[in-house]
């Protein structure tokens, strides 16, 4: 069975064996859910499962929304506040993200031979995506719970506060998951919509060597493309400047490019196998010149 196929299955199953600990944990503390918050979870679990299984980016955010909101129908709803499975789905969003199932996803609505990788989220991206989140899941299980208990009122005073709360989490969300860098059969694309009124790119004869970084590039003309994003960046030096137009309205002309994608070790092999010039990653080097 090939890489791609164990993509699409494992992060499946597990979410199955998530369905699995979720009824056994509510039959151990012996809660009762509604008819209506049990028809609402399970349609939710079914949402991330077709998710799971065709991969695309409007997956992934809905994915990634979904799981959190059926956790807090579950763990709010019954009358019983249940810590486990809230944290559980707080947590599984972002291993569903943060592993290469992310890029897969994407992937499901790439075209041709491009190839995606997933971008860090911006400093303030990191920011809003679990506040965003934590909140329609925190009104969406609260509006359960009302109706659960019969308290109408208390409903119909929160489905509005939901429903908003859902909807500006996906466009958030979304606009993070739109993010890539992009390979494809001419060259090397960054594609960001949140930083960049157009997408950067140089063809392959341009590009000089693809590299990864922890600390920061120390030159006057390197355009960082990172939003503020911790942890190893990627650096690609062009042999001729391209043009950068930055959504606030700047524009560069540059032959330093710096951006961050989820697994740069992913992007440096890819880049290799597309037969782009790569170098070890910075604080390599550094530590073997020093030796």
């Known amino acids: 069975m090939d890489k791609e196929k164990l993509l699409s299955l494992i992060p499946a199953g597990v979410w199955i064996l998530a369905a699995v600990l979720a ?108 506040i965003a989140t934590g909140i329609a899941a925190a009104f969406t299980g609260l509006l359960f719970r009302a109706i659960t208990n019969e308290q109408w009122l208390i409903a119909l005073i929160l489905i509005l506060p939901a429903a908003g709360s859902i909807y500006v989490a996906a466009r958030v969300i979304h606009q993070g998951f739109s993010r890539w860098l992009v390979f494809v059969p001419a060259g090397i694309v960054v594609h960001d919509p949140y930083l960049l009124k157009l997408s950067a790119m140089t063809r392959k004869p341009n590009a000089s060597h693809l590299t990864t970084t922890r600390a920061s590039i120390d030159k006057n003309n390197v355009v960082d493309l990172t939003g ?64």
């Open 23 to 130: 009824i056994w944990r509510l039959s151990d503390i012996e809660a009762e859910i509604g008819l209506l918050a049990a028809i609402a979870a399970w349609v939710l679990w079914f949402v991330v499962f077709i998710s799971l299984l065709v991969p695309a980016t409007i997956g992934l955010t809905a994915a990634f929304i979904s799981i959190p909101i059926a956790a807090a129908i579950l763990g709010l709803s019954t009358g019983v506040v249940d810590p486990a499975i809230l944290i559980a789905g707080a947590l599984l969003p972002f291993a569903l993200v943060w592993t290469p199932t992310g890029d897969y996803m994407v992937n499901g609505s790439s075209y041709g031979a491009e190839k995606r990788f997933l971008l860090k989220p911006t400093l303030i991206m990191s920011i809003l995506f679990p």
């Open 228 to 291: 503020g994003a911790s942890g190893y960046s990627s650096h690609l030096v062009t042999k001729e400047p391209i043009p950068i137009d930055m959504r606030n309205g700047d524009t560069h002309e540059t032959s330093d490019i710096l951006f961050s994608p989820l697994r740069p070790g992913s992007v440096l092999r890819e880049a290799r196998v597309r037969g782009f010039k790569t170098r070890a990653p910075n604080d390599i080097q550094t530590k073997l010149t020093e030796e």
